[in-house]
């Protein structure tokens, strides 16, 4: 929520994420208006088309919606974990802006997302390895960035689990052992250690106690706040974005139904499907 | 000349394999050493011992193989193992190149665990016989899978796996087969030599080629090729020490020591390269060894110990 | 000097899909403006559309057409209804702010955090925000041993004081204030006012609503009447 300049970090046009084999009527036939994102025609899924977002430095953005409606989708599109079938993207501190990562060669991919990117995912399997040691799962991010000092590699592991509270007793044990609360820190940790401007948070509080939902939340916020680093939130649930957010896009059917300031859609939702969204928050 | 087996009475090509075998794998091994470090998958053709017991060394071999080269083999350091005998007298049957022991006078080499102690020169061949090719095997199962991590130079879990190695002994413990980095592109499995000769790798003048037949993979590192064992700024490689410890033969240190243990459980130091220290023992000299930083901390150290004794 | 807010026939109409298409009409052609250092109160019945309008320039309500032209810092003369969503949210951060009636805070973050939040926001240091957040906690009264606290414990007077505190403490160039001395005490009520009225000498503008006649009286340079969604008088002080 702080550091807000008028650069964009990141711009995405037309991106699109189609399963199976779509024809050119696919995109045309699903989407919110048809309550569906399977092509009538081709049975093609339609995980998401057409998405065009802006994020700028600092700035905290939300995608909600339903399951199924695509929201995951983007970041993991955005994050090179599935391939995009249309789309481009640009980010601004990767060739000056002008190259369409989702284009870049899986080499490139890589070093964006191991010095620019970090990742959150629900599941906490994901973006661990449970074989290694929670220092260990630290490292990765830090040696694949060209790190290779332990000394400093176990000072900065150490510095990143103070951060987000997790025993720095535990360092050097698996996260397999840890509750479900800890395992997601350490999981923040890993996506943070390089200092990226941009960092994604898939359904990071899902399946989560209440109360252990809700130290994370502080914790990321907190952590927004004093690192600045640009965010998109995905979740479904409204509260999340009500408390992280600055901007919401609002997802239905694999499509942007709505998108604007945070309090704005949460106070005057525009499309059907977001004031419903609302009223069954309330 | 065509070699014939005595006992059966057949008729053999020169080198055993066939010409168009011979040539697939030679071509595989001038792409391997095209690109140092790098894994070529090759045919592998049967051989009359099983695969697992030297078949990807004896490829090489018998496909490099000429009839002027000067053939030796070791087995740990030992030119008189059981398997290094067998293998010697097979490479001579088909061929029947000359054979010897001693290392300087050799121009093709196969080992099995070992480099020879005494420095390999511009000319000389050295054939590892490689149980295990692939260095992240311990790190990823899937072949598909580190094809593409060496495709990709994604060698982070390799690194984590040193990282969590030294966390949890307090120091970096791999004693055989220590990953090395060739020519900063590709992570290599040096076969499992001990540390001790993982140095000579290392800008040498000799030609190093490597097979794995059960694996069916071929790899070389060509002369003068930078290869670096993986190690942190903070965390160095290091190789042996054998503090203070002398052949219990020879009476001298600075070479790689075995520990031979008799039916009172006592042990004894000996040098384990056979030839080394053969001619330490019959010849009283001490031949050329390799000159690299680590061996010569081990021989400075030692030198500084013999020096106060009168 | 332009005057630093210009509402231009603002009309701002809910649509109600969920309700079968329900619409509401809050505010119906409403133009005034407010100058540079002026304090304008805005008064009328509960209903009359006070709040959506001060919720429309905020930009938490989409407008159904009109204008609100605004005299930026950053960005000059600005319509606040089709700025971007990023300017918006620049213009927040740096120069207008919304103190609503209920304070609506972040749970688990402390009083004195939530008031130092304005001012760390625009870019203090740490220890600058949290001694003044302190300090005006202290002026308003707010017992000590608060401060640390959890605000969603607190009662209605003492949330009220955390939300004028962490509104003024960032000093905007427009500040847009609900009900700012509602359930507080005359003595609190006079701290309040006065905080305002030393706002107003920096320059900044104020738009408040209020029931309360002895806060308009101490504070309005001009009032507003609003009912039914529309503006019915301007009036200027009597004094």
Request: glycine share 8%; proline share 5%; hydrophobic share 35%.
């Amino acid at each position: 929520m702080t550091n807000l300049s008028d650069n964009w970090l990141l711009k995405v046009e037309g991106l699109t994420k189609i399963y199976g084999e779509p024809n050119e009527n696919s995109v045309r036939l699903t989407g919110p208006l048809f309550g569906s994102n399977i092509c009538p025609e081709t049975d093609s899924i339609v995980a998401c088309a057409d998405i065009n977002l802006e994020l700028f430095p600092g700035e905290v953005l939300g995608v909600v919606g339903e399951s199924g409606s695509g929201k995951s989708t983007v970041v993991r599109l955005l994050y090179f974990d599935l391939e995009s079938t249309a789309g481009v993207a640009y980010f601004n501190q990767y060739g000056n802006g002008a190259i369409n990562i989702l284009n870049e060669s899986s080499q490139k991919k890589r070093f964006i997302r191991n010095h620019l990117m970090g990742m959150v995912y629900q599941n906490p399997k994901d973006g661990l390895n449970f074989r290694f040691s929670s220092g260990g799962n630290i490292a990765e991010k830090l040696l694949m960035a060209g790190n290779f000092n332990v000394g400093r590699i176990r000072e900065r592991a150490t510095e990143l689990l103070e951060q987000t509270e997790v025993p720095v007793r535990r360092l050097d044990d698996s996260p397999a052992s840890f509750s479900g609360g800890m395992q997601q820190r350490v999981q923040i940790s890993k996506a943070i250690a390089n200092n990226p401007p941009l960092l994604f948070l898939d359904e990071v509080t899902t399946g989560l106690d209440v109360s252990v939902q809700a130290k994370v939340l502080d914790m990321i916020r907190t952590l927004q706040q004093e690192l600045g680093i640009a965010m998109i939130v995905v979740s479904h649930d409204l509260s999340v974005i009500r408390m992280l957010t600055d901007r919401t896009i609002v997802m239905k059917n694999g499509r942007i139904v709505e998108q604007g300031l945070t309090d704005q859609i949460l106070q005057d939702p525009q499309h059907p499907y977001t004031q419903l969204l609302v009223s069954s928050l309330l | 000349m065509i070699p014939t087996f005595k006992k059966f009475d057949t008729q053999f090509n020169f080198a055993f394999i066939d010409e168009n075998t011979k040539r697939e794998i030679r071509r595989k091994l001038l792409k391997a050493i095209c690109i140092p470090g790098y894994q070529v998958p090759y045919s592998s053709p049967e051989m009359p011992i099983a695969r697992g017991w030297g078949t990807g060394g004896l490829h090489v071999t018998l496909s490099v193989i000429g009839k002027d080269d000067r053939f030796k083999i070791i087995d740990q350091g030992s030119d008189a193992s059981v398997n290094a005998c067998n293998l010697r007298d097979f490479v001579h049957r088909v061929t029947h190149c000359r054979v010897t022991f001693d290392t300087h006078e050799a121009t093709l080499i196969q080992t099995r665990h070992r480099i020879p102690e005494e420095q390999l020169n511009d000319g000389q061949i050295l054939v590892f016989q490689v149980p295990q090719p692939e260095p992240l095997r311990a790190v990823e199962r899937y072949e598909t899978k580190t094809r593409e991590m060496h495709g990709e130079a994604d060698y982070a879990r390799m690194w984590v796996s040193l990282y969590e190695a030294f966390v949890r002994y307090g120091d970096i413990m791999q004693g055989a087969g220590y990953p090395v980095m060739v020519n900063g592109r590709h992570i290599m499995s040096p076969s499992p030599i001990p540390r001790w000769d993982v140095p000579n790798l290392n800008q040498s003048d000799c030609l190093y080629l490597f097979g794995a037949g059960r694996e069916k993979r071929l790899y070389a590192v060509p002369p003068h090729t930078d290869v670096v064992p993986l190690e942190f700024e903070d965390v160095k490689f290091r190789i042996e020490q054998f503090s203070g410890i002398r052949c219990s033969m020879s009476g001298t240190g600075g070479a790689f020591m075995d520990e031979l243990y008799n039916d009172l459980g006592d042990f004894r130091h000996v040098i384990n390269d056979s030839d080394f220290l053969d001619k330490l023992v019959e010849r009283k000299t001490r031949p050329q060894q390799w000159s690299n930083k680590y061996l010569q901390e081990v021989l400075d150290e030692m030198n500084a110990n013999t020096d106060p004794q009168p | 000097m332009p005057p630093i807010l210009d509402v231009r026939h603002y009309t701002k109409r809910f649509d109600m899909h969920v309700l079968n298409g329900k619409r509401i009409n809050a505010l119906t052609n409403v133009s005034f403006s407010l100058e540079p250092g002026e304090i304008v109160g805005l008064v009328g019945k509960s209903g009359s559309g006070k709040s959506t309008l001060m919720k429309s320039i905020y930009r938490t309500y989409l407008a159904t057409s009109g204008a609100i032209y605004y005299q930026s810092l950053r960005y000059g003369p600005i319509d606040l209804v089709r700025a971007t969503d990023h300017q918006i949210i620049a213009l927040r951060r740096d120069e207008i702010t919304y103190c609503s009636q209920f304070l609506s805070v972040i749970p688990r973050v402390s009083a004195a955090d939530v008031v130092a939040e304005g001012l760390f926001r625009r870019g203090a240091g740490r220890t600058e925000a949290w001694h003044q957040s302190r300090d005006y906690l202290d002026r308003l009264g707010l017992p000590q041993e608060l401060w640390d606290a959890y605000p969603s414990t607190f009662s209605g007077g003492e949330q009220q004081r955390i939300n004028v505190a962490r509104a003024i403490i960032a000093r905007p160039r427009l500040l847009l204030i609900d009900e700012p001395t509602a359930s507080l005490d005359q003595r609190t009520k006079d701290v309040v006012i006065d905080m305002i009225i030393a706002l107003k000498a920096e320059g900044t503008s104020v738009l408040c609503i209020s029931h309360d006649l002895y806060t308009l009286d101490r504070l309005a340079d001009r009032r507003i009447e609003l009912k039914d969604g529309h503006i019915v008088a301007t009036t200027s002080p009597v004094s």
